[in-house]
């Protein structure tokens, strides 16, 4: 096979998170763990609990809670022996909000997911202000935010939304080839979010 002809990654798994999920996910150390999981592959809790500054117990107990709702699972290829091997079971997570309207814990625990979600942009993007110079100006000019204004229905938001995931997603297949071997080539984390203009902007 050709060095240069693409080898697409597979379709990721996604899951569309149900109120018991969800209110097991709302917890920051286990929202760490599923997302290292993701990023990482496959570790041990021993490995979780360095990476993630906490404790080997703690991080046992979390990764047990998220496997019983089947956000993690044993890794069967690492298994055997004390060491248990964990792996994220999917790959992307889907709700829409109004799924947990007639649950208010489900719907709080979601809000807070939310509001985690930008509590860690705020964190990436302060962590990149206070380190910038240290990257290359290719980089500097390819990293930031941008945002545009417009007077949109939601069913169109919704269309806008699926066309820029289906964008994101067509990018994320294609990054264990040609892009993957680069060597100027780096782990990038791309934010997507819509919200409304505040009164009196419009």
Same mark, same amino acid.
């Given at each position: 096979m050709a060095n240069d002809e693409a080898i697409p990654r597979p379709a990721p798994r996604e899951v569309r998170i149900d109120k018991r999920q969800v209110r097991v996910l709302a917890? *920051?150390?286990? &929202?760490?763990? %599923?997302? $290292?999981?993701? %990023?990482?592959?496959p570790a041990t809790a021993t490995t979780l609990a360095e990476l993630l500054g906490t404790n080997?117990? $703690?991080?046992?107990?979390?990764?047990?809670?998220? $496997?019983?709702?089947?956000?993690v699972i044993e890794d069967p290829d690492r298994g055997g022996g004390r060491q248990r091997w964990w792996q994220a079971a999917h790959d992307v997570t889907n709700w829409d909000p109004s799924d947990f309207d007639d649950d208010p814990d489900a719907r709080a625990a979601i809000e807070w997911i939310q509001g985690d979600q930008v509590r860690l942009l705020v964190e990436t993007a302060d962590h990149w202000f206070a380190t910038q110079h240290e990257w290359s100006p290719a980089?500097?000019?390819?990293?930031g935010m941008s945002d545009i204004? &417009?007077?949109? *229905? *939601? $069913?169109?938001?919704?269309?806008?939304k699926t066309e820029m995931w289906q964008l994101l997603e067509r990018y994320h297949r294609e990054a264990d080839s040609a892009d993957a071997v680069d060597p100027e080539a780096k782990p990038v984390q791309v934010f997507m979010a819509a919200y409304p203009l505040r009164e009196g902007l419009a």
């Amino acid at each position: 096979m050709a060095n240069d002809e693409a080898i697409p990654r597979p379709a990721p798994r996604e899951v569309r998170i149900d109120k018991r999920q969800v209110r097991v996910l709302a917890h *920051p150390l286990r &929202m760490r763990l %599923v997302g $290292a999981l993701r %990023v990482k592959g496959p570790a041990t809790a021993t490995t979780l609990a360095e990476l993630l500054g906490t404790n080997t117990g $703690a991080t046992s107990y979390h990764l047990r809670q998220l $496997a019983e709702v089947g956000l993690v699972i044993e890794d069967p290829d690492r298994g055997g022996g004390r060491q248990r091997w964990w792996q994220a079971a999917h790959d992307v997570t889907n709700w829409d909000p109004s799924d947990f309207d007639d649950d208010p814990d489900a719907r709080a625990a979601i809000e807070w997911i939310q509001g985690d979600q930008v509590r860690l942009l705020v964190e990436t993007a302060d962590h990149w202000f206070a380190t910038q110079h240290e990257w290359s100006p290719a980089w500097r000019d390819g990293f930031g935010m941008s945002d545009i204004f &417009m007077t949109i *229905p *939601p $069913a169109r938001l919704e269309e806008l939304k699926t066309e820029m995931w289906q964008l994101l997603e067509r990018y994320h297949r294609e990054a264990d080839s040609a892009d993957a071997v680069d060597p100027e080539a780096k782990p990038v984390q791309v934010f997507m979010a819509a919200y409304p203009l505040r009164e009196g902007l419009a």
